[in-house]
């Protein structure tokens, strides 16, 4: 039994009338006949009892009417979720970021995108830049905003932009009243990094900025995140490095100023596979390229 013949005896059944159905279908009425025909032959009922004054359903036709327009309407859903997922209008998206894209405008581009696209379920995994690209590698994840890296084919990159670094200061410390810090009041004081084993990288960037100056900080406490960070500067135990991307969502009692000069911004970038993408996650893709990454400067939209 072909779709198509249950679609020639629904519209014959709902015009009870063979010529009418056959202008509908856009086909001659001995064809349509005769796929009726072959229908009956192959249940082995009569759907219509053909008359001088048109045809009415049989009993059997009568049964099959319903069941014939729900299967239709089940293959046209089943094209339908498939031409949906073809094109990334369904599907899971699996991302995973790092915690400096983890801002409020972040969190609302991707309550855009799940307006925009209701039928694409969203997964996201928070995590350091190495662990998120061993996901990217395995699998696991499908699309991670986190840290650019070298040139590699098995992946696309798409820079977002830079995030600026500022200097996290408990609200009552004396160079919290200053609008920048000059690089040379780090000489000795005592800065807050996390921990290698956690974020090997983190704070290398202010670290070599010092080391340019002849800056030599004193490294007495570490963190096992960015949340534990903040909290040991809210604690008055130092000040620390810290994305300027976050300053909205920190606790009360912290403060965050420009160090002169300036820290080189760190890139924030888009990376997902070069080959095999699912529609869905190049549909992310580009919703982010479009909308771009609020808080970065030089943002490339690509």
């Given at each position: 039994?072909?779709?198509?013949?249950?679609?020639?005896?629904?519209?014959?059944?709902?015009?009870?009338?063979?010529?009418?159905?056959?202008?509908?279908?856009?086909?001659?009425?001995?064809?349509?006949?005769?796929?009726?025909?072959?229908?009956?032959?192959?249940?082995?009922?009569?759907?219509?009892?053909?008359?001088?004054?048109?045809?009415?359903?049989?009993?059997?036709?009568?049964?099959?009417?319903?069941?014939?327009?729900?299967?239709?309407?089940?293959?046209a859903?089943?094209?339908?979720?498939?031409?949906?997922?073809?094109?990334?209008?369904?599907?899971?998206?699996?991302?995973?970021?790092?915690?400096?894209?983890?801002?409020?405008?972040?969190?609302?581009?991707?309550?855009?995108?799940?307006?925009?696209?209701?039928?694409?379920?969203?997964?996201?995994?928070?995590?350091?830049?190495?662990?998120?690209?061993?996901?990217?590698?395995?699998?696991?994840?499908?699309?991670?905003?986190?840290?650019?890296?070298q040139?590699?084919?098995?992946?696309?990159?798409?820079?977002l932009?830079t995030?600026?670094?500022?200097?996290?200061?408990?609200?009552?410390?004396?160079?919290?009243?200053?609008?920048?810090?000059p690089?040379?009041?780090?000489?000795?004081?005592?800065?807050?990094?996390?921990?290698?084993?956690?974020?090997?990288?983190?704070?290398?960037r202010?670290?070599?900025?010092?080391?340019?100056h002849?800056?030599?900080?004193?490294?007495?406490?570490?963190?096992?995140?960015?949340?534990?960070?903040?909290?040991?500067?809210?604690?008055?135990?130092?000040?620390?490095?810290?994305?300027?991307?976050?300053?909205?969502?920190?606790?009360?009692?912290?403060?965050?100023?420009?160090?002169?000069?300036?820290?080189?911004?760190?890139?924030?970038?888009?990376?997902?596979?070069?080959?095999?993408?699912?529609?869905?996650?190049?549909?992310?893709?580009?919703?982010?390229?479009?909308?771009?990454?609020?808080?970065?400067?030089?943002?490339?939209?690509?």
């Open positions: 039994m072909e779709l198509r013949h249950l679609r020639y005896f629904i519209t014959v059944a709902e015009t009870l009338n063979f010529s009418r159905a056959a202008r509908i279908l856009n086909i001659a009425q001995p064809p349509l006949s005769a796929q009726v025909r072959s229908l009956e032959a192959e249940l082995g009922v009569e759907l219509f009892e053909r008359g001088p004054r048109g045809v009415t359903l049989t009993k059997a036709g009568r049964a099959l009417l319903p069941a014939a327009q729900e299967a239709l309407a089940a293959a859903r089943a094209a339908e979720a498939a031409r949906d997922l073809a094109t990334g209008r369904t599907g899971t998206v699996r991302l995973g970021l790092i915690t400096p894209c983890a801002t409020t405008e972040v969190a609302a581009a991707l309550r855009d995108f799940n307006r925009a696209f209701p039928l694409v379920r969203l997964r996201v995994r928070h995590d350091n830049v190495e662990t998120l690209r061993r996901l990217l590698m395995a699998g696991q994840i499908d699309v991670a905003l986190t840290r650019p890296s040139s590699d084919p098995r992946w696309r990159q798409q820079p932009g995030q600026e670094q500022v200097l996290a200061l408990p609200e009552d410390h004396p160079w919290a009243k200053q609008r920048s810090i690089i040379r009041k780090l000489q000795g004081a005592p800065l807050l990094l996390i921990n290698s084993d956690s974020n090997p990288h983190y704070g290398q202010l670290l070599g900025l010092c080391a340019r002849g800056v030599q900080p004193a490294i007495d406490h570490a963190a096992g995140d960015l949340a534990a960070l903040v909290w040991l500067v809210s604690a008055g135990l130092g000040v620390a490095p810290y994305p300027g991307s976050l300053a909205a969502t920190a606790p009360r009692g912290v403060v965050f100023r420009p160090l002169r000069p300036r820290v080189s911004g760190l890139e924030v970038a888009l990376m997902w596979a070069a080959k095999g993408a699912p529609p869905a996650t190049l549909e992310f893709v580009r919703f982010l390229r479009r909308v771009g990454f609020p808080g970065c400067s030089a943002i490339d939209r690509g």
